[in-house]
């Protein structure tokens, strides 16, 4: 029975160990709300030059769609990226 009680405070304490080591920083959330804001600050210029091309028709109406999708895919993979980069600093040693 001792065994038994030891061997769940053990994977007690375990578990709360790994989950501590999970949390992430002060820094790497401050990183990944700018990260946010990036991705909605680009999804809304995206969504006004949307509204532009629906004014419009033909060649113009397909050029602002372009503009629009290269805007939100240039936010997402910049969002992206600072996502990562703010996943490395908890891992990053010191």
Known sequence: MKSFIKGAMIASVATLGLSLAACDSKQENAAEDQADAVRKMTDATADAIDAAANATSGATEQKLENKADAVRK?????????ENQADKMDKAPG
């Open 74 to 82: 240039a936010g997402e993979d910049k969002a992206d990226k600072m």
